[in-house]
């Protein structure tokens, strides 16, 4: 059973930056395509970034293309997103999650279906103040 933990969630002023960090446990994760997703209150967790399994591919939602950057290191199984220029809008709780196949690849517009995450973390808070 794969675990997944985020961190480096915290309270920042627009126009800062947070680097969130999340920890895989488990054998799959150099395998696995990853996904960070997030929900503000009172709204629907929404997609925000993906990163295929070898990291040669990368997927953002409109929202935050051009301020947040997905990366990832498989030997210490850890995704990572770097948020840049943050605004109010983008206070939310942020979760990470692994793919639940193995190599694949989605197209250039990818925008991102929970169906497609099989694996959650508990998520991180992230507050942007105005």
């Known amino acids: 059973q794969v675990q997944l933990v985020e961190s480096g969630g915290g309270l920042v002023q627009a126009g800062g930056s947070l680097r969130l960090s999340c920890a895989a446990s488990?054998?799959?994760?150099?395998?696995?395509?990853m996904g960070w997703f997030r929900q503000a209150p009172g709204k629907e967790r929404e997609f925000v970034s993906a990163?295929?399994?070898?990291?040669?591919?990368?997927y953002y939602a409109d929202s935050v293309k051009g301020r947040f950057t997905i990366s990832r290191d498989n030997d210490k199984s850890t995704v990572y997103l770097q948020m840049d220029s943050l605004k109010p809008e983008d206070t939310a709780v942020y979760y990470c999650?692994?793919?639940?196949?193995?190599?694949?690849?989605?197209?250039?517009?990818?925008?991102?279906?929970?169906?497609?995450?099989?694996?959650w973390g508990q998520g991180t808070q992230v507050t942007v103040s105005s």
């Open positions: 999650a692994e793919d639940w196949a193995p190599h694949r690849e989605w197209e250039r517009l990818y925008e991102g279906e929970e169906s497609d995450f099989a694996s």
């Open positions: 488990g054998r799959t994760f150099s395998s696995r395509a």
């Open positions: 990163i295929s399994y070898d990291g040669g591919s990368t």
